[in-house]
């Protein structure tokens, strides 16, 4: 689907990256990715869920690793991958985490730049989720969120990769989560303050 650059950035409040390629991937056994390319006045959005199923662990890695060839390549300016959530059981947060590194490496081969952040401060970026409403159903929250601002997605299982995309194209976009944003900011503000009670020192 196709939107206006200027009616997007109305609706994030954010600016848009002219004449860029971002790929967002939310690594699973079934995969979500999103497409988002920008012309200097349009946003051309798109997603695909792919499937992976093979007889041995080490198949399925290589299965991954070339399919993520297939939409990992030059002409991407940046892959945004979906980061792991140290919550869950650990046998499957290292299977995730193999999983995202095989995007990663893909995007290495084809000199993309990468960066990896997890699902809460992926979507933090952009809305305050609604828990009491949403619960048990955050991919229906970000399918919701999608369509309120002009991107309308019939596959759920694709949405976080869509927002992944989507934090791709906004200029200026800090990738750390905010609860890191805020403790970096309070360090400075105690530098400068210890730095100016030390000037009235002297």
Request: aromatic share 8%.
């Amino acid at each position: 689907m196709r939107l206006l650059i200027k009616d997007l950035e109305k609706k994030l409040g954010k600016k848009i990256k002219t004449n860029y390629f971002s790929v967002g991937v939310d690594t699973a056994t079934h995969t979500g990715i999103g497409f988002i390319k920008t012309t200097s006045t349009e946003i051309d959005i798109n997603w695909s869920l792919i499937h992976f199923e093979a007889n041995s662990i080490q198949q399925l890695y290589k299965q991954m690793y070339e399919e993520f060839g297939n939409y990992i390549d030059k002409s991407v300016h940046i892959c945004v991958v979906e980061d792991v959530y140290l919550g869950m059981n650990p046998d499957v947060t290292i299977k995730l985490a193999r999983f995202g590194a095989l995007a990663m490496v893909q995007a290495i081969n084809n000199n993309v730049h990468f960066v990896t952040i997890n699902a809460r401060s992926a979507r933090a970026k952009l809305f305050k989720l609604d828990t009491k409403k949403y619960k048990g159903k955050t991919k229906v929250a970000v399918k919701d969120y999608l369509t309120s601002i002009g991107i309308d997605i019939n596959e759920d299982n694709c949405a976080d990769g869509v927002i992944l995309a989507l934090l791709g194209i906004i200029e200026g976009m800090d990738f750390r989560s905010n609860v890191d944003i805020a403790k970096d900011k309070k360090k400075l503000k105690t530098k400068a303050k210890i730095k100016k009670s030390v000037r009235k020192r002297k």
